[in-house]
């Protein structure tokens, strides 16, 4: 059973950090494709980063670009989100989605119906 658990969220001031977790199971990680998507108030479900099985090669967000990091440990089954110089518009619910066995690659990885598994979602919020 594929399961996707993420933790790390919480409160932080403007230009703080964070990192998030995916623990995840039921799969072989290092064999799939995970992405992080977020979802605030009132706005439709966005792309923020996804990391491709192999080579790891990563994706990002224009708006997170160079503030953002993805990274995976196979041996934790595990995948982070280190967010640094956090802003407001950051503020939203923060979900890691994969597909296997289907999804690899990170090729159309901002589709959300491209996915079939999703965790909870992990709080973050950005005080200004």
């Known amino acids: 059973q594929v399961q996707l658990v993420e933790s790390g969220g919480g409160l932080v001031q403007a230009g703080g950090s964070l990192r998030l977790s995916c623990a995840t199971s039921g799969f072989t990680l290092q064999q799939y494709a995970i992405s992080w998507f977020r979802q605030a108030p009132g706005k439709e479900r966005e792309g923020v980063s996804c990391i491709s099985s192999g080579d790891g090669s990563t994706h990002y967000a224009d708006s997170v670009k160079g503030r953002f990091t993805i990274s995976r440990d196979n041996a934790k089954n595990t995948v982070y989100l280190q967010m640094n110089s956090l802003k407001p518009e950051d503020t939203a619910v923060y979900y890691c989605?994969?597909?296997?066995?289907?999804?690899?690659?990170?090729?159309?990885?901002?589709?959300?119906?491209?996915?079939?598994?999703w965790g909870q979602g992990t709080q973050v919020t950005v005080s200004s």
């Open positions: 989605a994969a597909d296997p066995p289907i999804r690899t690659v990170c090729a159309g990885w901002e589709t959300t119906a491209l996915y079939d598994y």
